[in-house]
């Protein structure tokens, strides 16, 4: 089975460019999550989903950052104008049973720099 | 709010030994759950050991086994049998019962040296 998938692996952006990473979590999860890793914050969590609907955005950074969920296959995390303090690791991860207690699968990431 | 906290930052023992991880965490509750995750070099998480705190019995998977002290907060992971696979960031989580929030540390970078 096709774990997480995130796309692009690599993204290298100019300041005030908008960014858009993507995700598509494992077929049949019905939760969603968006993580960010850096050096001086470690793993972050900006938000959550539970069946496309978003539970829990206290973690997104300001309103540069919005993420969708248009349907239980696809959702998206969109920066925009980028900056270069949001140079960062995006994870997405994704579970069975809404995460209570259970495993996330995480992707391999998306590595972003804001020049 | 709960904290996880490795007072770790990096560790490094040769190949065939025996390592230990330490965690500790801070929370009110007493229903949760602990997580340690790996990520080595290509960057994605994979969960290797999970505990539920109403389990006095300490999860094991194979080489990887949890000291779980409760009434001290820590959750220490030992690698037995060590191999150069297992060099890799280690993380130590935290969930809440009833809640979906995984809180991380702030990770241990373990080397193993042949």
């Known amino acids: 089975d096709a774990g997480v998938i995130q796309s692009p692996r690599h993204e290298v952006t100019e300041m005030g460019q908008e960014v858009t990473l993507r995700c ?55 920066i925009q104008p980028s900056e270069p303090r949001d140079s960062a690791v995006y994870f997405c991860a994704s579970s069975l049973q809404g995460g209570f207690g259970g495993e996330l699968f995480f992707g391999e990431g998306s590595r972003l720099t804001v020049l | 709010a709960q ?15 025996t390592v230990t991880l330490s965690c500790t965490y801070d929370t009110s509750e007493n229903n949760y759950y602990l997580f340690w995750y790996k990520q080595p070099p290509s960057r ?37 049998d060590s191999q150069l696979g297992d060099t890799a960031m280690y993380f130590c989580a935290f969930m809440n019962q009833g809640a979906q929030k995984l809180v991380f540390g702030q990770g241990t970078r373990l080397t193993i040296n042949p």
């Open chain 2, 44 to 80: 994605q998480m994979i969960l290797v050991i999970r505990q539920e705190a109403y389990k006095q019995q300490n999860a094991t998977e194979n080489r990887f086994s949890v000291n779980f002290q409760k009434a001290a907060k820590s959750f220490s992971l030992k690698i037995s």
């Open chain 2, 3 to 17: 904290t996880v906290t490795q007072s770790q930052p990096e560790m490094s023992v040769q190949e065939a030994e």
């Open chain 1, 24 to 78: 598509k979590p494992i077929s049949g999860h019905n939760s969603l999550f968006w993580y960010r890793q850096t050096m001086m914050r470690g793993l972050e969590l900006l938000i959550y989903f539970n069946n496309n609907v978003p539970i829990d955005d206290s973690g997104m950074p300001e309103d540069r950052f919005s993420a969708k969920m248009p349907n239980a296959s696809f959702s998206t995390l969109k």
